[in-house]
């Protein structure tokens, strides 16, 4: 049995404190994020806020295509899990599936089911493709996906009528 590099096995020791909360000083939280500030809706629509802007930045850079996908199809969710948690008694623990909110988005209007079904079919047959296979993402399909983002995540909080709570870049 191979012996771990103790590089290996330092980090991974600091990485278990930071998230199990044993590091020193107070917490600091991305901007906007604050959870002793803001109520989860908030939080899970401005981590989509964030999201955006993360793949307007890389996007600027050229490139990046696969990592603009993935950030875009997790905006996507952040965004109607926003909208289900402020619209229900749903809370944060239902959303382990990720299909999960295309779902809630039908339950509670947002979608009809015929769009909601296009939206899981595009995240089944294509994030996995795009992050997980041999496929590579194309500068079409980035910048596709990337407007599809943010439509949605415009759509989500216009409906919700919180669109002052958005922190979007642009």
Do not use: W
């Amino acid at each position: 049995m191979p012996d771990d590099p103790s590089t290996v096995l330092d980090a991974l020791d600091r990485v278990e404190d930071a998230f199990g909360g044993y590091t020193t000083g107070a917490p600091e939280f991305e901007e906007s994020l604050d959870p002793e500030t803001n109520q989860p809706p908030v939080i899970q629509l401005r981590k989509a806020c964030r999201l955006l802007n993360a793949c307007r930045t890389l996007r600027e850079h050229d490139g990046y295509h696969t990592s603009v996908i993935e950030m875009s199809f997790a905006a996507i969710e952040r965004s109607l899990e926003f909208y289900a948690l402020s619209a229900s008694n749903d809370s944060i623990d239902n959303f382990q599936n990720h299909t999960r909110a295309y779902d809630r988005a039908v339950a509670l209007g947002v979608f009809s089911e015929h769009t909601a079904r296009r939206l899981k079919t595009l995240y089944i047959d294509n994030r996995s493709a795009a992050y997980y296979r041999d496929t590579v993402a194309t500068t079409e399909q980035a910048e596709m996906m990337f407007t599809l983002a943010v439509t949605i995540h415009d759509h989500v909080k216009n409906f919700s009528q919180q669109s002052y709570e958005c922190r979007c870049d642009g």
